[in-house]
């Protein structure tokens, strides 16, 4: 599985972007995904994700409310959208796929295979 994030830029402090994820592989609809970011100097972080159904959604406490993830599972894609951004959203954002049926869905190490990461600069 080849995970492909992009969608990162530069933009104002209350602005928004949308994040996409396209996977790689015919059974995109088998897969849980998520998102993750690194801020610098921090640990890579949970940001949410979304199961293989799309039927549960899990977000951190930080991004409640402003991010929404979705999947497009005829596109192969997943889809990170961020609204009402803040300084501290600043970050590398990492896609990733989980092909166990896993429910531990916000902890990094459940996850199979990785993005190669979109960077998100928000200016205050």
């Known amino acids: 599985v080849q995970l492909q994030a992009c969608g990162g830029g530069l933009v104002q402090a209350g602005g928004s972007l949308r994040l996409s994820c396209a996977a790689s592989?015919?059974?995109?609809?088998?897969?849980?995904m998520g998102w993750f970011r690194q801020a610098p100097g921090k640990e890579r972080e949970f940001v949410a994700a979304?199961?293989?159904?799309?039927?549960?959604?899990y977000y951190a406490d930080s991004v409640k409310g402003r991010f929404t993830i979705s999947r497009d599972n005829a596109k192969n894609t997943e889809y990170l959208q961020m609204s009402g951004l803040k300084p501290e959203d600043t970050a590398v954002y990492y896609c990733?796929?989980?092909?166990?049926?896993?429910?531990?869905?916000?902890?990094?190490?459940?996850?199979?295979?990785w993005g190669q990461g979109t960077q998100v600069t928000v200016s205050s």
């Open positions: 990733a796929a989980e092909i166990g049926g896993s429910n531990y869905l916000i902890y990094q190490r459940t996850y199979d295979y």
């Open positions: 979304i199961s293989w159904s799309g039927g549960s959604t």
């Open positions: 592989g015919r059974t995109f609809s088998r897969y849980s």
